[in-house]
């Protein structure tokens, strides 16, 4: 089992930054990319962004060049750095972090608010 936690929501006005932080623990060879969702009310959630433990990292178009996330290994933990924040970045952001197995489920933190508003 992998239990994923994130940190660092919360609100900001238009414009300005705020960094999330997700750290895994328990059977940590159990996993490889990790990664944040985000879901907005009455929408589906969606991929933000994704980093392997190699470090290729991947965005959605949405938030290309305005959200950078990066991993440290030692720590087992990921960063999501979203700067220029729009009010259609309000929403839930949750950390991911699908098994190397395929098949069994995605690991799940329990989502952190991101309010963007003025």
């Known amino acids: 089992q992998v239990q994923v936690e994130e940190s660092g929501g919360g609100l900001v006005q238009p414009g300005g930054s705020l960094r999330l932080s997700c750290t895994a623990s328990?059977?940590?060879?159990?996993?490889?990319?990790m990664g944040w969702y985000r879901q907005a009310p009455g929408k589906q959630r969606e991929l933000v962004a994704d980093?392997?433990?190699?470090?290729?990292?991947n965005y959605a178009d949405s938030v290309k060049g305005r959200f950078t996330i990066t991993r440290d290994n030692a720590k087992n933990t990921v960063y999501l750095q979203m700067n220029r924040l729009k009010p259609e970045d309000t929403a839930v952001y949750y950390c991911?972090?699908?098994?190397?197995?395929?098949?069994?489920?995605?690991?799940w933190g329990q989502g952190t608010q991101v309010t963007v508003s003025s």
């Open positions: 991911n972090a699908p098994p190397v197995v395929a098949g069994l489920p995605d690991y």
């Open positions: 980093i392997t433990s190699a470090g290729s990292t």
């Open positions: 328990g059977s940590i060879d159990s996993i490889n990319a």
